[in-house]
């Protein structure tokens, strides 16, 4: 449902702030676990800044060296965090997170241009199967486009 919803929301749409922005949205809302949705955009080398989200205050940059977010654009790869007090390294944007999903955004080039953040103010709140659609949906309006 949320992969034919966001489809025919972003169909045509190459404005990539527009994107983030209505994704988001759509994410964040579609499921109770999730307390912050949004995207961290590549916007030096090794830097992240805040793109488009839904919640409370985010940090404004992290670097790739830190926390999960800058692990997901640093190793390509979807981070699943079911303890964020685990993480070594994690940075607390937000006191309330407990779980943390992040997952890499590429462009068609296949190019990381972002990352997804999704946080949970509960343990141990995602799954692989949770990872694996976010990302399918992801490269379908960023990558695939």
């Known amino acids: 449902m949320l992969a034919k919803t966001l489809h025919s929301l972003t169909g045509g749409e190459d404005d990539i702030i527009a994107l983030?922005?209505?994704?988001?949205?759509?994410?964040?809302?579609?499921?109770?676990?999730?307390?912050?949705t949004g995207f961290y955009r590549v916007t030096a080398p090794e830097?992240?800044?805040?793109?488009?989200?839904?919640?409370g205050h985010g940090?404004?940059?992290?670097?790739?060296?830190?926390?999960?977010?800058g692990?997901?654009?640093?190793?390509?790869?979807a981070q699943l965090v079911p303890d964020v007090e685990a993480f070594d390294g994690h940075i607390a944007c937000a006191s309330s997170t407990r779980s943390e999903l992040v997952?890499?955004?590429?462009?068609?080039?296949g190019?990381?241009?972002?990352?997804?953040?999704i946080d949970s103010?509960?343990?141990?709140?995602?799954t692989d199967g949770d990872a694996a659609h976010l990302a399918r949906?992801?490269?379908?309006?960023?990558?695939?486009?």
């Not at 997952?103 to 080039?109: I, S």
């Not at 103010?121 to 995602?126: G, R, S, T, W, Y």
């Open 47 to 55: 830097m992240l800044k805040i793109g488009p989200y839904q919640g």
């Open 71 to 77: 692990a997901a654009a640093r190793t390509g790869q």
């Open 59 to 69: 940090c404004l940059q992290i670097p790739f060296s830190r926390g999960v977010c």
């Open 111 to 117: 190019e990381i241009i972002a990352v997804f953040d």
């Open 137 to 145: 949906i992801l490269d379908g309006i960023f990558g695939t486009r």
């Open 121 to 126: 103010d509960q343990p141990d709140a995602f």
């Open 20 to 36: 983030m922005a209505t994704t988001a949205c759509e994410v964040h809302h579609s499921d109770s676990r999730f307390d912050w």
């Open 103 to 109: 997952l890499p955004v590429r462009n068609k080039a």
